[in-house]
């Protein structure tokens, strides 16, 4: 019997297949001939698609940044406040979906469609909100960086706790070496997260919804 036809593969399946294998395996295991072998495909024929590792994990960043929903951050019937920490809630929520795929954003720059479309998303934002653009960039690449930075925090308390149960034992115990962080981490912070982007748009003079 002659076999059927192949089906045909797109590039969001070879990307599902890179993070199905970065999940299971790590970032390093994430590889031309590694994905190739999953699909099963040549690398060749991988190369079709993706002529490089970087490339690849470049287009898993892009597929976090499209599933985010532009379309309400857009919303001008919604004061630009509460359209921010939608937009900063959802990718946070989006990178949550794939835990550790923060330190693919590391492979390159934020230059992809989607992801330029999220930094176009807050300039209009910002510049429809009264700022002028100047201000509305240094805006934009301080929420980013904000969001960045909560994802990557995320990521290492979940690592941490998924690793909790064979971590070695600490190599010290005094207890005072660093007291206010200590004290700190038994604060009751509620949403610190949406706090520091309030405490962000404040500084940058964004208009403050009750």
Excluded: C
């Excluded at 599902?16 to 299971?24: L, M, R, S, Y």
């Amino acid at each position: 019997m002659k076999p059927g036809p192949r089906r045909s593969i797109s590039q969001a399946d070879i990307v599902d297949a890179a993070f199905e294998i970065f999940e299971e395996k790590g970032g390093d295991a994430v590889s031309i001939r590694g994905v190739a072998a999953r699909l099963g495909l040549t690398p060749t024929a991988m190369y079709t698609y993706f002529t490089s590792k970087n490339a690849l994990q470049r287009a898993m960043v892009e597929q976090v940044f499209s599933k985010l929903d532009v379309g309400a951050a857009s919303d001008p019937s919604v004061p630009w406040r509460i359209r921010v920490h939608r937009l900063a809630a959802d990718l946070r929520a989006r990178f949550a979906e794939h835990p550790g795929a923060i330190v693919l954003v590391a492979g390159g720059p934020l230059d992809g469609r989607h992801a330029l479309t999220f930094g176009e998303t807050l300039l209009e934002g910002f510049t429809g909100d009264g700022m002028p653009l100047a201000d509305a960039a240094r805006a934009t690449a301080a929420v980013r960086a904000l969001v960045l930075g909560a994802i990557t925090l995320d990521a290492a308390a979940a690592g941490s706790d998924a690793g909790a149960a064979d971590a070695p034992a600490p190599l010290w115990t005094e207890a005072t070496q660093h007291p206010l962080t200590e004290a700190a981490a038994l604060l009751d912070d509620g949403d610190a997260f949406a706090e520091n982007l309030d405490r962000l748009l404040d500084g940058f003079g964004s208009a403050r919804v009750a």
